[in-house]
């Protein structure tokens, strides 16, 4: 079996780059060491490949579909998988110790959960939607919510999911039309349509732990009166709540995890009198918005991950194919009796092996850095914590939308590695891109974190968004600077191009509309995105050469594929920022009826 996510490379990042086993210094880590880490790795790495590999493929040719009883039904060996990861301690790991957590570094944790989507994505999303739904909970949660709640989820025993989207309202929640009703036990009672939700119905768990957001009475138009419900599939008595399957949703790809449309209070269950769902209100009234955010932000991280996972998993599944596939023979060789040479020779396929790595490397770099960087800012020194939140801020619809492109290219050209073998189902490749198409649109697509980024992230606070990531950049730029040869060459491309992305930011807001300098956000995010990957490039090579034994064929690789992104791929953001100047309008002028 391929191995589809490479220790090594999670060794490196995680001690000799990141160097997390420093993070035991701090109170809430202090029980742990490199040895118990270690140990987390290995125990993710053997659940991956024993209980979630195997029926992944399986899964993917038997979708979900809903029974006699209404009742969907799935594979077993899904439920298996999931059992294995939680009775492991896995779903709990980074909670408390009194949760039954381990309180690993959500580094940690985040690089374990990546072996087991590199293996299998779709079985892992259960368990990936449920730890973003007991965090939230544990933040802004009640006592009794937590322990009614949070603690079967972090068990095991209930799964949980998050409720945002409608059929007429996706990415706009402004305009979402589930309703919350106050009841006489000061309950609430939820009606409404959610559309896409991932998770929202099968039979692996007691329970699923829905978190709605709908608008309750007093809160204003728009977004200012959503308001956030916990709205269990069964009440705590052990009554099933009034939460319908209306149906599945069948997709190109991800097709283990079940996607659902739910009605909510339409009388199909009726556990009270009022008619309706029961959902307990979280937090305040009409904050709902905020507090999801806090599991939006989280998942939008995640979704970076498990498409960077696919991405892996297509890249080693290439990577092997081609040592092994002869074909052809070199340029300069006109002997036709001569042996045919394993296709990875070809500079061609070295080029679109040296992509796939450098994507999907650079991606799972970005996505533990920004892993670290919410550690710091949980657990670090308080005088860095508000410059570590707005970094990462600025950072996460990047770390959510580059992995998701490019990763998804990756995919792209693992089965281009393969040739015609590539798109038939007997190769793991064509279902690794099937499964990754849904992240480029999953947690918000592209054109929503591109507005995010330069609408929002970089411009907040008269700029210090921008600020702190050119001055982070910069730190690793003047370590390069010093080192000489190829990676001072780096940090000056580098250095070059991140004074575009400043020159830039500037020239599409000078003119004060903001319908214009949002026109091309997209260009803005890709660009801003190559920036920060070749960033973490740099990084990666500053410490492959710092390596006692830096002329190993690993870090030589790492050089390898730092050359290539500086060499390939920096360069297109050239392009795309002479665009953003132009402050072209094709896009504003265009009318619709040319279309």
């Known amino acids: 079996m391929t191995e589809h996510l490479s220790r090594r490379d999670i060794d490196f990042l995680l001690h000799e780059w990141l160097d997390v086993t420093s993070m035991t210094s701090r109170p809430r880590f202090a029980e742990h060491s490199r040895e118990t880490f270690d140990a987390v790795l290995d125990l993710s790495e053997d659940i991956a490949t024993k209980k979630f590999a195997p029926h992944n493929k399986i899964s993917d040719q038997t979708e979900p579909y809903v029974g006699d009883d209404g009742k969907v039904v799935l594979l077993p060996e899904i439920g298996e998988a999931l059992r294995a990861f939680s009775e492991a301690g896995l779903i709990a790991g980074t909670f408390d110790e009194e949760l039954g957590g381990m309180q690993l570094p959500n580094t940690v944790a985040r690089a374990a959960m990546s072996f087991i989507q590199s293996e299998n994505t779709p079985t892992a999303s259960y368990a990936f939607l449920t730890v973003g739904n007991a965090n939230l909970l544990t933040t802004y949660g009640t006592a009794e919510q937590i322990d009614t709640w949070v603690r079967p989820m972090l068990e095991g025993r209930y799964f949980g999911t998050m409720c945002l989207s409608e059929p007429g309202a996706g990415s706009s929640l402004a305009d979402i039309t589930t309703k919350a009703v106050p009841a006489d036990d000061g309950s609430y009672r939820i009606t409404g349509t959610k559309m896409w939700i991932s998770g929202g119905d099968h039979e692996l768990t007691e329970n699923i732990v829905h978190l709605v957001l709908a608008k309750a009475p007093g809160g204003g138009p728009g977004t200012k009166g959503i308001s956030l419900f916990i709205v269990p599939k069964v009440l705590a008595d052990g009554t099933r709540n009034d939460v319908a399957l209306v149906g599945l949703n069948h997709k190109m790809g991800n097709r283990g995890t079940t996607n659902t449309l739910l009605n909510f209070g339409d009388g199909t269950f009726s556990p009270a009198t009022e008619s309706g769902a029961v959902g307990y209100l979280v937090g305040d009234l009409h904050q709902g918005l905020k507090y999801m955010f806090n599991m939006m932000n989280e998942a939008r991280i995640g979704v970076g991950f498990m498409a960077t996972a696919l991405g892996h998993a297509g890249y080693r599944s290439s990577l092997e ?126 054109g929503i974190h591109g507005l995010d980024l330069l609408g929002r992230k970089v411009i907040m606070n008269g700029g210090e968004g921008l600020g702190v990531l050119v001055e982070a950049i910069g730190e690793t730029i003047t370590k390069a600077r010093a080192e000489g040869d190829e990676v001072a060459e780096h940090a000056e491309h580098l250095a070059e191009a991140v004074g575009r992305l400043g020159q830039t930011t500037a020239a599409v807001w000078a003119p004060g509309d903001p319908k214009l300098a949002l026109a091309n956000a997209t260009a803005y995010l890709e660009a801003a995105g190559h920036i920060v990957v070749a960033w973490m490039w740099l990084e990666q090579v500053l410490a492959a050469d710092a390596a006692e034994n830096s002329d190993e064929d690993f870090y030589q690789g790492k050089r390898a594929a730092a050359r290539y992104f500086f060499a390939y791929e920096l360069p297109k953001t050239t392009a795309q920022f002479d665009l953003l100047e132009s402050l072209d309008r094709t896009t504003i002028d265009t009318d619709s009826a040319w279309l």
């Open 321 to 446: 194919y081609a040592k092994v596939r002869t074909q052809g023979r070199p340029v300069d060789n006109k002997d036709p009796e001569s042996a045919p040479i394993a296709i990875i020779e070809h500079p061609d396929v070295k080029r679109m092996m040296l992509a796939q790595k450098s994507y999907v490397e650079g991606a799972l770099a970005l996505l533990l850095y920004c892993a670290a960087l919410l550690d710091d800012e949980q657990t670090g020194s308080p005088e860095t914590r508000e410059r570590t939140h707005t970094l990462l801020e600025v950072l996460t619809p990047i770390a959510k939308s580059w992995p998701s492109q490019w990763c998804l290219e990756a995919n792209s050209l693992a089965i281009q590695v393969h040739g015609g073998y590539g798109y038939t189902k007997e190769f793991d490749v064509e279902q690794n891109y099937r499964d990754n198409r849904l992240n480029p649109i999953h947690e918000g697509a592209h």
